[in-house]
């Protein structure tokens, strides 16, 4: 059980495109998702937050007009990289919040993003 | 502020050892701790979660402590296999359950 997926596991896209991400969780209703982000050899920090029905809540630094997050159903959540660059290529992991365990997060398999 | 802090950065053992990898916190004040495995280009695994009452957890080789009051954890890996070659993450919720702090990580090879 608590299986997350995302999807594309990776994805190459030119500068100055946009580029969507979904993270879903499969077996369970995430009222909660979470993006975050790891560059090589980093550690993840976290980008936002998203609870269903509602705006997400960025962390400083974030730009939210870049990084799009919808949280639509109990079970979706995207993230939208608006006008990539370079500098965006990274790794982008979500979790999601079971309501009936609050205290855990499980975490998908990530998505590469190349941005050329 | 929470920060993690993880000790070694990495570690490269012959396979057969014991071993233990550290992680260490400033605010004591947390509802659990964490240990993940990450695989290269993978997402994480979640390997153990201890709660804040909760001294250890244990799962198979592998067995992690918790003393909240000094602000650290411990995940012991019993005899240690090539497979366990990866990177070790722990992580502590920050401002309730929401935000998870991660370290930045042990990476471990071990080899044949």
């Known amino acids: 059980g608590a299986v997350v997926s995302q999807h594309p596991s990776w994805v190459i896209c030119k500068s100055g495109t946009s580029v969507k991400i979904e993270c879903r969780s499969l077996?369970?209703?995430?009222?909660?998702m979470f993006w975050y982000r790891q560059f090589p050899k980093q550690s993840l920090m976290l980008m936002a937050t998203s609870n269903e029905g509602s705006k997400a809540t960025y962390e400083q630094g974030v730009e939210k007009d870049k990084f799009l997050i919808n949280h639509a159903s109990l079970t979706l959540s995207t993230l939208t990289v608006t006008s990539a660059h370079p500098e965006d290529s990274s790794f982008y992991i979500c979790?999601?919040?079971?309501?009936?365990?609050?205290?855990?997060?499980?975490f998908g398999p990530g998505t590469r993003l190349t941005v050329t | 502020k929470q920060e993690v802090t993880q000790i070694p950065a990495a570690l490269s053992v012959p396979e057969g050892e014991n071993l233990v990898l550290n992680c260490s916190f400033t605010d004591s004040a947390i509802y659990n701790l964490q240990w993940f495995r990450q695989d290269p280009g993978k997402g994480l695994t979640s390997l153990l979660l201890?709660?804040?009452?909760?001294r250890e957890q244990t799962s198979g080789r592998l067995n992690a402590s918790l003393d909240k009051s000094s602000g650290r954890s411990t995940l012991y890996i019993a005899a240690s296999q090539p497979g366990d070659s990866a990177t070790y993450l722990c992580?502590?919720?920050?401002?309730?359950?929401?935000?998870?702090?991660f370290g930045a990580g042990t990476r471990l090879a071990v080899h044949p």
């Open positions: 077996d369970f209703q995430a009222t909660t």
């Open positions: 201890i709660q804040s009452s909760q």
């Open positions: 979790s999601a919040r079971d309501r009936d365990t609050p205290y855990e997060q499980y």
């Open positions: 992580a502590v919720p920050s401002g309730g359950y929401n935000k998870l702090i």
